[in-house]
């Protein structure tokens, strides 16, 4: 009886020392991978694939005003801010706390409703930030 209960004690531990060796921390290559995804899916078109501010709606000759301002350059955001990368500046650029005129209002941001509409399952929205968050803070050019 006392090997049975030491043995279902033992493998208790070893599922949880496995499932939390499993969990992704904000910087895994999972998060960074999902981050780089969701950066192509919803912010590259302003940003630039290379993020570092030319998408294809940036248009210097443009007739609208909007589209002659070019996007920031995400990848100097560690440099502009003395080597520190601005991690809650960027989650509330995204979850629109942050003024950020380029990127619309809360009602119509520029990327539509991909995130919002994600704030019905909360959980999944925070990790999605911290994906994003992740991703952009991996592609800091520290030669700049």
């Avoid at 949880?16 to 921390?25: F, K, N």
């Avoid at 960027?90 to 941001?109: E, F, L, N, Y």
């Avoid at 991909?114 to 930030?129: G, V």
């Amino acid at each position: 009886m006392r090997y049975a209960k030491l043995a279902i004690l033992s493998i208790n531990i070893a599922v949880g020392l496995v499932a939390s060796a499993q969990t992704p921390d904000r910087t895994s290559p999972r998060s960074t991978a999902a981050g780089k995804e969701l950066f192509h899916q919803n912010c590259s078109i302003c940003h630039g694939v290379d993020a570092k501010g030319y998408g294809s709606m940036y248009d210097p000759n443009s007739a609208e005003a909007s589209r002659r301002v070019p996007p920031a350059d995400l990848t100097v955001l560690s440099q502009q801010n003395a080597g520190k990368f601005p991690a809650a500046h960027i989650r509330d650029a995204v979850d629109m706390k942050g003024s950020v005129p380029a990127h619309g209002t809360p009602d119509m941001p520029a990327w539509g409703h991909a995130f919002d509409t994600m704030k019905f399952n909360q959980k999944r929205f925070e990790e999605n930030i911290r994906n994003l968050t992740a991703y952009i803070e991996s592609i800091q050019d520290p030669k700049k």
